[in-house]
């Protein structure tokens, strides 16, 4: 397995380009036509044949399906709308950023890809390689990109058996340290849309109207009192509204107000109880001030869960392969990720690679404009990813 690091580690110069490249170029949702045309063009040179399961989204395999099992490797592409301030000389320009580190992803597997297909002939089975659209759901549609790809049949045609993926972190993940656990490593998310309707009025006389705004604050508290008063308080669930909006004057009680938000939780339970409280709660606070309202649970996407054997055979192949222990998240992180799509369908493992805190970059983690990554760690990423892969196949071939 020494090869593996070795040859990983010979690809760290081009990982790095790759991804400088890749953060030079964000792009967002499905729309990914640059950062498509450059994987498509890498792996083109490697010797891959690439085809496009649906928009923003490409696929390539290696190896034989008919001589073993199949494993798929995934990654994600696209950025977010933030503008970056990191300051660095690879820093985008059009108003988006790989804040998330999905181009460090990206390019890490296009180095897995590469020792992959070096191996090819001393593969027993298949590898597909997925490089996904949309994980961060900002396209203006009901689906998040885990939910096209799964519809475009990338699980099938050849059955994929088992599927691993690799998130970076920052902040207080030590650089070069690698992490998961079994069960549920991500939570889920639902977008909450409240929709209120009241009576509009003079602002002096409000008896004579329905106020949405007094219905949508009662709602506001109500959310946080389902938390406090329903929810075990030993299970993760938080409900933040980032979006509240009604009126237009300040002597006038509009006749609309809505409210918008995002459900976070680790327990399929828990999300399902919340949910059927929530449309019992909004209608009735509604309809106690005369008023009407509405809840719908918007772009949902469940917990990621790490299969439990998959999660620990991947494991020991890692600490086999670099002589150091896979260290254990505790607990699951609050964010979310779209693997969880592909989870429920086949047996999946999700790793985090920890890039540590720059100089410059403290405090700076996911999502914020002047967050950055070790770059020196990523060969690692690589080598994780195409070692699962090849263990994997070994193991399980007939």
């Known amino acids: 397995m020494s090869t593996v690091i070795d040859e990983a580690k010979a690809l760290q110069e081009q990982i790095v380009r790759d991804r400088r490249w890749l953060h030079q170029h964000p792009e967002l949702g499905f729309d990914l036509d640059e950062t498509c045309a450059y994987v498509r063009g890498r792996l083109e040179e490697m010797g891959y044949e690439v ?5 923003g989204a490409l696929l390539a395999q290696v190896g034989d399906p008919a001589a073993g099992p199949v494993f798929m490797l995934r990654a994600d592409m696209d950025a977010l709308p933030v503008q970056e ?5 690879f820093a985008s320009t059009n108003n988006n950023m790989h804040a998330c580190g ?3 992803h990206t390019a890490m597997l296009l180095g897995a890809a590469k020792i992959l297909k070096d191996h090819e002939a001393e593969l027993k089975g298949c590898v597909k390689l997925l490089f996904q659209p949309d994980e961060e759901g900002v396209a203006p549609v009901e689906y998040c990109g885990g939910d096209a790809v799964l519809e475009a049949g990338v699980l099938e045609n050849p059955h994929v058996d088992a599927v691993a993926a690799l998130h970076v972190q920052a902040l207080e993940f030590d650089a070069g340290a690698i992490y998961t656990r079994k069960g549920t490593i991500f939570s889920s998310i639902d977008d909450i849309d409240v929709r209120i309707t009241g009576c509009g009025a003079h602002g002096s006389t409000p008896h004579q109207g329905i106020d949405p705004i ?6 506001y508290q109500g959310f946080q009192n389902l938390i406090a008063r329903e929810v075990d308080p030993t299970q993760t669930c938080v409900a933040t509204f980032g979006k509240i909006e009604s009126g237009r004057a300040a002597n006038v009680i509009p006749d609309s107000a809505s409210m918008l938000g995002t459900l976070r939780t680790q327990d399929a339970g828990v999300r399902q109880g919340f949910k059927e409280h929530a449309q019992r709660m ?3 606070i509604a309809e ?5 309202a509405t809840v719908d649970f918007l772009r949902g996407v469940p917990n990621t869960y790490n299969d439990p054997a998959l ?4 494991v020991d192949y890692a600490n086999e392969l670099f002589d150091e222990p896979v260290q254990e998240l505790e607990a699951p992180f609050s964010g ?8 429920e369908n086949a047996p999946t493992t999700y790793f985090i690679l920890g890039t540590g805190t720059l100089p410059g970059h403290e405090g700076c983690g996911m999502h914020h404009p002047n967050v950055e990554f070790d770059e020196t760690v990523f060969w690692k990423g690589s080598a994780l990813l195409a070692n699962s892969a090849l263990s994997y196949l070994s193991r399980h071939a007939e």
């Open 288 to 292: 106690a001030f005369g008023g009407t």
């Open 336 to 343: 979310t990720d779209d693997l969880a799509i592909i989870a």
């Open 51 to 55: 085809s496009s399961p649906c928009q």
């Open 311 to 314: 999660t620990e055979e991947l």
């Open 214 to 219: 007094n219905i949508a604050c009662h709602i």
């Open 102 to 104: 999905h181009d460090t």
């Open 85 to 89: 301030i990191t300051g660095l000389e």
């Open 282 to 284: 909004v209608k009735s």
